[in-house]
């Protein structure tokens, strides 16, 4: 192997070909960044995928350089479901490959179990996790949202007991040493926001070990402006993405039923979501109670879910984006779309969210969960015309896949030379 060149391993919680979130589409595209890269022996992609077989253990050959592991977890500690597919196939797999850097993207569905096995199998490889919620240190499915529906701001046994009073203390505390104790065996974290990286210090990963590295966008040119009718104004509205109780759809919803039939009007709103199916019956229920009314008003259009070729032509067609998330969130991959395509923003001002989208120079931060709030924010963003322009021309591009993929690639370096140094000067 020429020196210097990495063989990298990216671990993803699933499949771009099996479901289409944020952080599997992130570590896809980083991985074929890294083949692209001279600096790079060769890099493959391992994901978790779900056949609805359960966690069989399976691990498969995708398509060249590609894998996918039918696995899961087995309980809130993050254990893996299949602890013999670990220590077997796995490991196998790892010592045919032979990656000098393992880059895990997310952990669950994976589980933390092959951390110790890879310190097994050779401990000189190097390990990255990439942190993309909060599951380490919320049990409420990570989303630091408690179960009466406010928000969490920090991690406290006293606290989370409220949320599950079957639970005791020690098991509360058990299962914070045992997350940390996995985390020890990571050579460094990576986030892709400020707020993820500070709430993680606060639970316990040393400032030094986790930089920020925002995910790579497609280099995809900024999409012209909606062609407007004589008079008309940057009344166009568009929601994208997972339609679930934290995502806020029912808040834009709510405001728009809280407008006159008059102010109604002056406005659209479309709606290019995914898996409302998949939420529970009261929740579905209430959607379709908030939407019927509104689709019939012609204010509310339904579009239904898309595939990320058809993200673009359906971006051009509006011209604010929304994302009213009701939890921090992280980094949603559709406020980097927006900002790539060229598309001002209304935001929660919470989180990730406020982080990303500067207030008043690339889009508008609205209270989160206040309907009232964000129908006063619809109805004035539709009167935007020249203002409308100035918040476009105050988005920057973001870092392109390649550009995402260099930033790894000297946070590794850098790292390595201080351990280097740290174990000289030692």
Known sequence: MTENRERILVMSHAHPDFSLGGGEIAAYNLFKAYRRREDVEDAWFLARVDRGRGATGIIGKRRQ???IWEQGVADWTM???HRESVVTWFADLVRALRPTIVHAHHFVHLGLDFLQVLRQIDPSIKIYLTLHEYVAICANNGQMIKTNGRLCSRESIDECRLCFPHRTSEEFWLRRHHLQGHF???DGFISPSEFLRERYIAWGIDPDRIVVIENGQSEHEQLPPRALPSGGTRNRFGYFGQINPFKGLDVVLEALHS?????RKRLVVEVH??????QSGEYQERIQHLRDELMADGVLRWAGPYQPHELPERMAGVDWVLVPSKWWENSPMVIQEALTYGRPLAVSNIGGMAEKVQ???????VPVGNHLAWADALLELAQFDDEWTALRDGIQKPLTYDECAQEHIDTYSRWSEQWTSSRESA
């Open 79 to 81: 254990k893996a479901a």
């Open 184 to 186: 020890a065996l990571v």
């Open 273 to 278: 979501g995914a898996n409302l199916e998949l």
């Open 359 to 365: 207030n008043g120079i690339t889009g508008l931060h």
């Open 259 to 263: 407008m006159t039939p008059k102010q």
């Open 65 to 67: 350089n590609e894998y």
